[in-house]
């Protein structure tokens, strides 16, 4: 599971950052759901190792332009650079799906494969074998939501020389033992797969919380998650600005990750008015956050985050130590 930023910017692009968009690029399934879908995302994906024919989910946030104007070209795109019998559907607050209809009907737009739309409300939006995503509703000028992606627990390591000690006969039932069942074996004996596996590995948890004034229910949704991608606008010392345009400073973005306990932050949408050579520098906003959550990165355009599984990490971590 890797997160990779393809704009960092809030409001307007600047040189070095585009408007907002994040890719999750799912290997285990060729896939990449794309978060936000700020104006030349397309041409984010064009310099990045990404294809538009990965895409399969699209999350919007809001309605405000920096987070949807490259919608549009985007799918417009999209179908032939692949399968255009291989669906992408989108999800997002009310009026999206009438925006888009409209930029159709209004620009002569065909789309070549085909889009479904899906009107979120608080609570689950998607659920299949592997992963779900819930959303809760934020607090900014215009309905906001934010989306939490859970990769589905998995069975632990099935301890395959007990088993074959135990005189459990290879095959299917191995399979099935490893998924914790209970069988009876020919001979008549009970056993139960959950004594032969290791404990269960825990999927991964990645928030998106963008664009928000600090608020309970972003520590609520963000609970315990590995990574918590969260805006971060303006410094701390602009706080009036903050709570003028509801948007969140560095500290809010670092207080909500110490109160739900995530192991990560990265921050991302950042107002250009911290540029180089400014009295408050981007520098300023990350020292800011770490004083809070030492556990702070500062999100710029193509850095990629890997989220290891848990085993991975475990190996990780030994192997440095």
């Not at 399968?83 to 799906?97: A, C, E, V």
């Not at 065909?110 to 509703?137: A, N, Q, W, Y």
């Not at 992606?149 to 088993?163: L, N, S």
């Not at 600090?214 to 602009?238: C, G, N, P």
Request: glycine share 8%; hydrophobic share 40%; net charge neutral.
């Amino acid at each position: 599971m890797q997160i990779t930023f393809l704009g960092t910017s809030s409001g307007v692009p600047t040189r070095s950052r585009n408007v907002s968009s994040v890719a999750l690029r799912l290997p285990q399934r060729a896939e990449v759901w794309l978060f936000d879908c700020g104006e030349g995302t397309q041409h984010q994906f064009l310099r990045s190792e990404f294809k538009s024919s990965q895409i399969r989910r699209i999350f919007i946030t809001h309605m405000h332009g920096d987070h949807i104007f490259g919608l549009m070209g985007l799918l417009a795109t999209c179908g032939l650079a692949g399968n255009p019998q291989q669906r992408i559907d989108i999800y997002g607050p009310p009026k999206l799906n009438e925006y888009l209809q409209a930029s159709r009907r209004y620009s002569q737009t065909h789309f070549s494969l085909p889009i479904k739309v899906h009107t979120v409300e608080p609570g689950l939006v998607f659920e299949d074998d592997e992963f779900r995503v819930f959303c809760t509703l934020l607090e900014h000028r215009v309905p906001a939501y934010g989306y939490r992606i859970e990769e589905v627990d998995r069975p632990g390591h099935f301890d395959v020389k007990r088993a074959k000690a135990l005189g459990i006969p290879p095959g299917p039932i191995y399979g099935r033992l490893k998924q914790g069942e209970a069988l009876t074996l020919p001979d008549g004996r009970r056993v139960n797969g959950a004594d032969l596996c290791g404990p269960p590995l825990v999927g991964r948890k990645v928030v998106y919380c963008t664009d928000t004034i600090f608020t309970e229910r972003s520590v609520e949704l963000a609970q315990k998650a590995d990574v918590l991608i969260h805006e971060a606008t303006f410094s701390h010392r602009d706080a009036d600005l903050a709570y003028q345009r509801l948007h969140s400073t560095s500290t809010m973005a670092a207080q909500v990750a110490l109160a739900a306990q995530v192991k990560r932050l990265i921050m991302t949408h950042f107002s250009p008015r911290y540029a180089p050579g400014n009295d408050i520098q981007l520098s300023d906003l990350l020292a800011e956050a770490q004083a809070i959550f030492p556990a702070t990165l500062m999100a710029q355009d193509f850095f990629t985050y890997e989220v290891l599984r848990q085993e991975a990490a475990i190996l990780a971590a030994s192997a440095g130590s």
